[in-house]
């Protein structure tokens, strides 16, 4: 099958609704403070991976973690799903210095993330 990679999954945000509670436990567990610490987002960067959390699950309203797969064409990977049955949950977005982001849906309803660095 041809078609554009994936880098594999690097970044998982959470939905919490304790932002202040959730990163105090995910501090514990991963060793490390926050390298993002915002009221709207804290995210920590631990073994080559992103860990969110997203308070009241932002203006995409998650209500479970979404796994982000990391691609170097959003809108390449975002056609070939499509094509594959999947059903796009948020078009492609920028959310901050060159990052670009989307959502699908495959046929269950599970959320499936894309991301993009520029």
């Known amino acids: 099958m041809t078609g554009s990679s994936t880098q594999g999954i690097k970044t998982v945000l959470h939905p919490v609704s304790d932002l202040a509670a959730a990163k105090e436990v995910y501090t514990a567990l991963l060793g490390v403070p926050p390298q993002a610490d915002e009221s709207y987002y804290v995210g920590f960067d631990v073994a080559g991976q992103h860990i969110g959390l997203v308070p ?22 975002l056609a070939e799903l499509t094509a594959a049955g999947a059903t ?31």
């Open 56 to 77: 009241g699950g932002g203006p995409q309203g998650m209500t479970s973690p979404v796994a982000y797969w990391h691609v170097p064409d959003i809108e390449a990977k």
């Open 88 to 118: 796009v949950k948020e078009p492609a977005r920028d959310v901050g210095g060159g990052r670009l982001v989307a959502t699908v849906t495959d046929p269950d309803g599970n959320v499936l993330g894309l991301l993009q660095d520029r």
